[in-house]
Every structure is written in structure tokens, then in C-alpha cells.
């Protein structure tokens, strides 16, 4: 059973350019959520999808935007790159039950982007 | 002030000991209560959850929350050199499991 994968697992980009992350999700998880861990520190929610829907957001640009596909895969879009942006890019997965206690989330290796 | 406080160490302690690891927070609208383990340069894996306050025991590892004091505990007992790793909590409210809030890690060492 293939737990979740990411892809690529280390990119370098440079100031002001697009990237697209991709992420697929544990087998039987319908719910992908998506986390920026900046060195040193704990990872840092920035949206989760549902439905191919966005369902919550944390405190992130709108530089920022994501996908859903009917297969529950996901992308993360990062816009108009910063150096600020350098972090390790986590996708989560979960399956969504309708309560907390019976849902877990499984994180993949992650995505190291390197803005220089 | 941040959510969720914890000490980011270093914490270096001798194989077999016994290490305690800890979280404050200030939502108290947190009811769900993680403990990742997290190796260089790899995902966090999922150690530990509960829910609301109490103990939970899963072989050498022990989960205690304290939602009067805020306050949550990671116990692993006969630690070995394996458990090196970072060691970050993570908690959430709501109906759903949404944004989850973490600290940003405990790195632990256990030396031979």
C-alpha cells in the first residue's frame, strides 16, 4: 500500500518564477492538505481540498493556490517565487469520516524548493 | 504568542533513559492532540494521538494531556538510538480534521 508521494522531491528555482508541486494521496484518502516547513521550524498549514474544493486556508498569500482532481491527487502553485518561499513542502492526507477522532493524517516526504 | 509553544532542545540523553517532551498552548478550543516523529530530510510520521485529556500508552511511548493547564507530554521509555529525531506535537479543534497547529520540534539525540 503506497503511503503518500510526492513529487519532485528537491527543485531550485529563482526569484519571480512559478512552480508547481505535485502530491498523491495514501490509498482510500479522499482529503490532501498541504504545509510549509521552514527550517528549524514546525510545518505550517496553508490549505487543505476536499471535493476538488478548497475547504480551509491558513494565513498564506494568494500567491499561493492549489488543485484537487477527481482522482483526489492535488498541486500546489506558488507564484512570483521569494527567496522566503525556500522551505520543505509537505502534502498530508486524510480521509474525511465527518470526525476528528476517527481521521489521521499521513504526511509524504515532501518537496525541498530552493529559491535562490 | 504563538499557538502552540515547545522547546526546540537540543535534547541528548543515553540509551535506555527515560525522555519527557513537551507542548503548552493557548487555544483552548484544541480537543486533538498529535505527536509526529520526524527524520532528517523525511516527512513527520504520525507517533501519538488523543483526544481530549488523559493518558495513552503504545508500547514505550506514553501521550499526556492536560487541557486544564494546557500542557501535553510525550513520554518514550528505554529510549534507543532509533528514536533519534525531531519530535513535534501538533493539535487541532473543529468538526473536521483541518489545519493542524504545530510547535516547531523537540530535536532529540540518544546516544549509544
Known amino acids: 500500500d503506497a503511503g503518500v508521494t510526492q513529487s519532485p522531491t528537491h527543485l531550485i528555482k529563482t526569484r519571480g518564477q512559478q512552480v508547481t508541486l505535485r502530491c498523491s494521496p495514501k490509498?482510500?484518502?479522499?482529503?490532501v492538505s498541504w504545509y510549509q516547513q521552514a527550517l528549524g521550524q514546525g510545518p505550517q498549514f496553508i490549505f487543505q481540498?476536499?471535493?476538488?474544493?478548497?475547504?480551509q486556508r491558513g494565513n498564506f498569500p494568494d500567491r499561493f493556490s492549489g488543485h484537487q482532481f477527481p482522482n483526489y491527487s492535488s498541486e500546489l502553485n506558488v507564484n512570483a517565487l521569494l527567496l522566503g518561499d525556500s522551505a520543505l513542502y509537505l502534502c498530508?492526507?486524510?480521509?474525511?469520516?465527518?470526525?476528528?477522532?476517527?481521521?489521521?493524517?499521513?504526511f509524504g516526504s515532501g518537496t525541498q524548493l530552493s529559491v535562490l | 504568542q504563538k499557538e502552540v509553544e515547545q522547546d526546540p532542545g537540543p535534547l541528548s540523553v543515553p540509551e535506555g533513559a527515560i525522555v519527557s517532551l513537551n507542548c503548552t498552548y493557548s487555544?483552548?478550543?484544541?480537543?486533538?492532540f498529535m505527536w509526529y516523529r520526524q527524520y532528517s530530510r523525511k516527512g513527520p510520521e504520525l507517533l501519538m494521538y488523543?483526544?481530549?485529556?488523559g493518558n495513552k500508552e503504545d508500547g514505550r511511548f506514553t501521550a499526556q494531556v492536560d487541557k486544564s493547564s494546557k500542557y501535553i507530554s510525550l513520554f518514550i521509555r528505554d529510549s534507543q538510538p532509533s528514536d533519534s529525531a525531531t519530535y513535534l506535537c501538533?493539535?487541532?479543534?473543529?468538526?473536521?480534521?483541518?489545519?493542524?497547529?504545530f510547535g516547531r520540534g523537540t530535536q532529540l539525540t540518544v546516544w549509544p
Open positions: 498530508a492526507s486524510s480521509r474525511t469520516t465527518g470526525g476528528p477522532a476517527n481521521e489521521k493524517l499521513f
Open positions: 490509498s482510500g484518502h479522499d482529503t
Open positions: 481540498y476536499y471535493e476538488e474544493e478548497e475547504r
Open positions: 487555544n483552548s478550543a484544541f480537543q486533538y
Open positions: 488523543t483526544y481530549s485529556s
Open positions: 501538533a493539535m487541532t479543534g473543529g468538526s473536521t480534521l483541518g489545519r493542524l497547529y
